[in-house]
């Protein structure tokens, strides 16, 4: 079974929608979560940490349901720029990270 | 904050050279550094974790002595791509962490084609 299990899509959306991407890890003793965003040809660059309590930056929210071992990612009024590739990340033991294959989505004008 | 410089951006070279990536934390030390290879539309591979002083640890299936990594400093690891040939052709990521816990912070990457 594979560390972090993740939909690959691709999403389109029309702009203005909302979408929902989740991400599910299978080490239990995670302690770290987190969303990257990655454009095509470039390098991913940290969205937002993902804790407990669920945190929201803007249009973006985060959840970490520790019991059904997931995290997912809440994309409101979507935007053609969010068009990317969503990478999540966890933390296993030590310095130890593993990735999602990354969740493809278009934001269609 | 958390800034990682790669250089360099693109090497295009001949086959049989020897590539070498750096990646530097600019404003942190970074107690690991990773070092990742990505193929188009594919999700990052990582390659090896590099640990300040100490021998880099590499993923199964990964070639110690063609990738040789050094990290020297708390700010500085190397990736040497060793007699390259085409099929080395892909685009490296470095990350640096601040200390365990932390998010990764990635450099720009390095897109390499071997000719």
């Known amino acids: 079974r594979k560390e972090v299990e993740q939909d690959p899509g691709p999403f389109n959306v029309p702009e203005g929608a909302t979408v929902a991407f989740n991400c599910t890890y299978s080490?239990?003793?995670?302690?770290?979560f987190f969303w990257y965003r990655q454009d095509c040809r470039k390098e991913p660059k940290l969205l937002m940490s993902v804790y407990s309590s669920g945190n929201e930056d803007g249009r973006f929210t985060a959840q970490l349901n520790r019991a059904s071992q997931y995290i997912s990612l809440l994309i409101r009024d979507s935007k053609l720029s969010d068009s990317a590739t969503y990478l999540c990340v966890v933390n296993g033991d030590g310095n130890q990270f593993y990735f999602g294959t990354g969740t493809s989505l278009t934001v269609i004008p | 904050g958390a800034v990682v410089s790669q250089h360099p951006s693109r090497v295009i070279c001949k086959s049989g050279t020897s590539v070498k990536i750096e990646c530097r934390s600019l404003?942190?030390?970074?107690?690991?550094m990773f070092w990742y290879r990505q193929f188009p539309k594919k999700s990052l591979m990582l390659m090896a974790t590099?640990?300040?002083?100490?021998?880099?640890?590499?993923e199964q299936g990964v070639e110690k002595d063609k990738f040789l990594i050094n990290h020297a400093s708390l700010t500085l690891s190397t990736l040497t791509v060793t007699s390259a040939h085409p099929e080395d052709s892909s685009f490296y990521i470095c990350?640096?962490?601040?200390?365990?816990?932390?998010?990764?912070?990635f450099g720009d990457g390095t897109r390499l084609s071997i000719l």
């Open positions: 404003d942190f030390q970074a107690t690991t």
């Open positions: 990350s640096a962490i601040i200390k365990g816990g932390q998010p990764q912070h």
């Open positions: 080490n239990s003793a995670s302690q770290s």
């Open positions: 590099s640990n300040e002083g100490s021998k880099a640890t590499y």
